[in-house]
């Protein structure tokens, strides 16, 4: 009963409720401008709440973390363009909807499904944290590395064509994640002993460049043609197509909810093995994945959101963060005399509820004002060529100077803007080279920590990898996705699954 009364907490206090709700309107559109992420909203907002009770902070902070996470869906649909790296996913077949004039449809499928997505990590949260938190506490260094080679092997999902032009893209991306300073021996990798290259390369200002420049080069070739009109009959999908849909939305739920509760990885990853889920156990698509599949938009946009609430997980119940921002809350906690960790959920349960309490009350924010204003945000696709490549144009050098107020930042983001059109132009898929540079340092870190922790023993470290349960699952799910995507994979189940079917 008590802990009824401390989930209805919110509920009863008007200046708690409008607090939660004008931090997911914010939310929501920082989310939709690249290079303005959550991470930076929340850090900021620590400043300004500093000498505010910690209820209010908390109500403010838990908003905009569920606004931004859905709002980088939005001009990754409208203009390629992702707000935040978990939404790279839903621009694959999100932005070729919007360009055949069904961008309400599209931001109208990622809004119920982030909700309900947000909804399923939530519940996790609430009836089976102390589970989960005990089965991420189980991964080890060397399973953190299997799980970043086998996002790496999701190349073949993000790659519509060739294989090994999905592969190079990858590799790319590991070798630009990898420039600067070594973290552990402070050695010089790949900076050609350029001073602006020590500090490595901002992924934000890669994947601003890579798919907003790159996307305003590209549409200077068409820049007579006339621009598509958005058919906004319906925004809110049919009950038919949430249930259609439904078994799938679970199935990449769980997939958000176990990614981000593993400390240091989030709803990017997720949603790109979501992504990668979906292709492979979707039989019949409506279109072709990468080419405006729903099921494109279903998969990432509830594995983004459900890790919302998995990332809480490990945060309230073993005081790890699960990501970037549940570590900013970390610190707003203690600021506040707080201490996260399986101590609070003892002396100060009514804290964890109340935060239930504060995610389902923003997840409800999100669904409202995700399915507001789309009339007047599809206008932007709308608009003549001459007007919209200087308006991505500029808000790709806003939101790549954003990042660490660096004009370099601009410097490279053009620079991979150039880039990433000639890779499009010769047929190389982006979503790779982003990939790659996300889970560079998740690779890098966690190959360094297995071997040291097996005192540099590659005997000592294969051997781990059978003797531990889950080191062999992912090792083996590793050898089945490379395998998988081979042609002789390809052959083998046709002349094997064919003949059955025959």
């Known amino acids: 009963m008590q802990a009824f009364m401390d989930f209805m907490t919110i509920f009863t206090q008007p200046q708690l409720l409008l607090l939660v709700g004008l931090g997911t309107f914010a939310g929501v559109y920082v989310g939709a401008i690249p290079g303005l992420s959550v991470t930076m909203a929340v850090s900021i907002l620590i400043s300004f709440t500093f000498a505010w009770d910690v209820l209010p902070a908390l109500s403010l902070m838990i908003g905009i973390y569920m606004g931004g996470v859905y709002g980088g869906s939005r001009t990754a649909i409208l203009l390629n363009i992702p707000g ?175 990614i981000g509760a593993l400390p240091g990885t989030g709803g990017d990853i997720a949603a790109l093995m979501a992504y990668d889920h979906a292709k492979r156990v979707t039989k019949n698509p409506e279109r072709p994945f990468g080419d405006g599949a729903i099921e494109g938009l279903v998969a990432p946009e509830t594995a983004n959101n459900a890790a919302v609430g998995g990332a809480f997980i490990p945060m309230m119940t073993l005081g790890i963060p699960g990501d970037a921002v549940t570590a900013i809350m970390i610190g707003a906690l203690f600021i506040h005399g707080l201490n996260p960790g399986p101590m609070l959920m003892v002396e100060q349960p009514n804290m964890f509820w109340f935060i239930v309490g504060a995610l389902v009350t923003a997840n409800f924010f999100m669904l409202l004002f995700g399915l507001t204003g789309i009339r007047l945000f599809t206008k932007i696709v709308e608009m003549p060529r001459s007007v919209l490549i200087p308006m991505i144009m500029l808000l790709s050098i806003v939101g790549a100077y954003a990042v660490n107020n660096s004009i370099t930042d601009v410097y490279w983001m053009l620079a991979f803007g150039l880039f990433g059109y000639f890779m499009r132009h010769y047929g190389y898929p982006l979503g790779p080279v982003i990939l790659g540079v996300i889970l560079s340092r998740l690779l890098d870190d966690n190959w360094r920590r297995a071997i040291i922790s097996e005192r540099e023993d590659l005997g000592a470290f294969f051997m781990g990898i059978f003797t531990s349960p889950l080191s062999l699952v992912l090792f083996l799910a590793v050898i089945f996705i490379f395998v998988s995507q081979t042609p002789a994979w390809a052959w083998f189940k046709g002349r094997v699954f064919g003949r059955r079917a025959a």
């Open 84 to 258: 935040a790296p978990s939404a790279i996913a839903t621009a694959l077949d999100g932005y070729p909807m919007a360009q055949r004039g069904e961008a309400g449809t599209a931001i109208g499928v990622t809004t119920v499904m982030s909700f309900l997505g947000g909804f399923i990590g939530i519940a996790v949260l609430a009836l089976a944290a102390p589970f989960v938190s005990d089965f991420a506490l189980s991964f080890q260094p060397r399973d953190y590395m299997l799980l970043a080679v086998l996002g790496i092997l999701l190349v073949g999902s993000l790659s519509q064509g060739s294989l090994v032009k999905g592969i190079f893209a990858g590799a790319l991306g590991i070798a630009i994640g990898a420039v600067g300073r070594d973290p552990l021996t402070f050695s010089e990798r790949f900076t050609f002993d350029l001073t602006i290259m020590q500090s490595g390369i901002s992924f934000i200002a890669v994947m601003i460049g890579m798919f907003g420049v790159s996307e305003a080069l590209a549409q200077l070739h068409h820049v007579d043609k006339e621009a598509v009109r958005q058919k906004i009959d319906r925004i809110v999908p049919s009950w038919a197509t949430v249930k259609k849909h439904l078994p799938l939305s679970l199935q990449t739920s769980t997939i958000g909810v176990v």
